[in-house]
């Protein structure tokens, strides 16, 4: 009589799961079909191989780490896996932590790693692209009812935003409004608009000056309204005398509040600060000192000893946690002084 099949429990359930999981992405995706002849990795294609291998190894990781089912997460990974280069695809299998094993998928493994094999860090941010907003009081830097008149019905009106020390030209505030003006290149602006009784419904779109008008609207209005609508407009940084573009479907008045900017963001340098302790070393003796703590927001950066006399001779000098600590040696039988240094220093708020 055959012995009774005895369903799996706990972790065998979860790995008979994945295998099933890594089998149903690798079997209709990757396997050479004349080869599908089981539930073993030796019968998928080369690819099929490794694909089962990543999904095996890493599908308990989707499961407990961000509650995925392992099933739906190999499937949606099919494309990526069926698109991979071989050497990608070995690299994931290979990778030893789950975003070297995502890197080397997206193929990012290569740039992450010089010819010497040394990692290096991943650039955080675009230093020519990203923006800092900086925000500000609301200020009036547009009012067609003051300054230029209704914008035509499908017409275009340009304003200045940057590098202004008066709006009022264009029906603005009569000052830089808290400092707008006098930013330098700004690269996008924060602007509310108010639309004043449109002549029939449709829509306004702000765009950068001499740009092409995108097909998307800053505002929409019906025949008659008083509307306003928060956008985020970017502006020509050129040397152009003007640095927004107001398009409108339908004749109307308009008014502009601007709320922020975004400007490039301005590299400072670190704040830096040298602390010490000076002590008395015996003379044909030892001595081991220790620098004070960084100020409060500083942070240790590094430290180094310094005896004052020819006989003073360094034996150490090494971090003790947020301490620098110096040991001394004195070949002199007069006693002299020695110094411990700690340099401090703190990234400055912009």
């Known amino acids: 009589m055959p012995a009774p099949r005895v369903a799996p429990q706990g972790d065998q359930v979860n790995k008979t799961i994945l295998a099933a999981a890594a089998l149903a ?44 089912d392992i099933g739906d997460w190999a499937r949606q ?54 923006l800092t907003f900086v925000p500000i009081a609301p200020c009036r830097i547009l009012d067609t009812r003051l300054a230029g008149g209704v914008i035509p019905a499908n017409g275009t009106r340009d304003f200045d935003v940057a590098a202004v020390t008066d709006y009022s030209f264009q029906g603005g505030s009569a000052g830089n409004c808290n400092g707008v003006g006098t930013a330098g290149a700004i690269g996008a602006a924060m602007i509310n608009f108010t639309v004043i009784t449109p002549s029939m419904a ?12 995108p097909l998307a609207a800053s505002a929409n209005y019906a025949g008659g309204d008083i509307v306003n609508n928060l956008a985020v407009v970017a502006l020509d940084t050129s040397a152009a005398a003007s640095d927004m573009s107001v398009y409108s479907y339908a004749q109307t008045h308009l008014v502009g509040d601007i709320v922020g900017y ?53 034996v150490a000098s090494y971090p003790n946690g947020t301490l620098h600590q110096c040991v001394f040696a004195n070949e002199s039988p007069t006693a002299m002084q020695v110094t411990v240094y700690a340099e401090c220093c703190r990234l400055p708020g912009r």
């Open 25 to 68: 992405v690798a079997a209709p995706l990757l396997l050479v079909p004349t080869l599908v002849r089981g539930a073993d990795a030796a019968s998928h294609s080369p690819r099929g191989q490794l694909v089962y291998q990543i999904v095996r190894k890493w599908g308990s990781h989707v499961q407990e780490a961000y509650r995925a």
């Open 77 to 130: 990974m099919g494309p990526i896996f069926a698109k991979s280069p071989m050497d990608a695809l070995q690299r994931a299998a290979d990778a030893r932590d789950f975003d070297a094993m995502n890197d080397a998928l997206l193929g990012r493994a290569g740039a992450r790693a010089t010819a010497a094999g040394q990692i290096t860090p991943s650039a955080i941010g675009n230093l020519t692209a990203d």
């Open 202 to 213: 449709g829509y306004i779109t702000a765009f950068p000056y001499q740009g092409a008008r």
């Open 262 to 314: 975004f400007i490039a963001p301005t590299p400072t340098a670190l704040q830096c600060t040298t602390v010490s302790n000076v002590s008395t070393m015996n003379g044909s003796a030892s001595f081991t000192g220790t620098s004070p703590s960084c100020p409060a927001g500083y942070t240790k950066t590094g430290g180094y000893c310094q005896a004052a006399g020819t006989a003073g001779r360094v």
